[in-house]
Nanobody, 123 residues
Framework: QVQVVESGGGLVQPGGSLRLSCAAS????????MGWFRQAPGKEREFVAA????????SYADSVKGRFTVSRESANNTAYLQMNSLKPEDTAVYYC????????????????WGQGTQVIVSS
């Protein structure tokens, strides 16, 4: 089983930036993709971004394309989500998902989820 822990959330003004981190531990392997999801109050959890095990392929939700960048450091089993030009509608709890597969631009979620990190975009 892989455990994942997110960090880096917080309060930021509209137009600002944050970088989220996701550290994986346990039965880790570099041969798995990592994804990011978010859930706003009263809404379903939604896909945000994902990166393949090699880091060569990425996928983004239309709502974050051009503003968010997903990356990973396989050597230390860590994924990142750089969020720029943040908007109030980006306010949500952000979750990391490990163990999934990114194929054909579609992310198939893995079994490992973190506890989430809160992002609030407000002036």
């Amino acid at each position: 089983q892989v455990q994942v822990v997110e960090s880096g959330g917080g309060l930021v003004q509209p137009g600002g930036s944050l970088r989220l981190s996701c550290a994986a531990s346990g039965r880790t392997s570099s041969n798995y993709g990592m994804g990011w999801f978010r859930q706003a109050p009263g809404k379903e959890r939604e896909f945000v971004a994902a990166i393949s095990w090699s880091g060569a392929r990425t996928s983004y939700a239309d709502s974050v394309k051009g503003r968010f960048t997903v990356s990973r450091e396989s050597a230390n089993n860590t994924a990142y989500l750089q969020m720029n030009s943040l908007k109030p509608e980006d306010t949500a709890v952000y979750y990391c998902n490990a163990g999934g597969v990114l194929y054909g631009g579609t992310w198939s979620a893995g079994a490992s989820w973190g506890q989430g990190t809160q992002v609030i975009v407000s002036s």
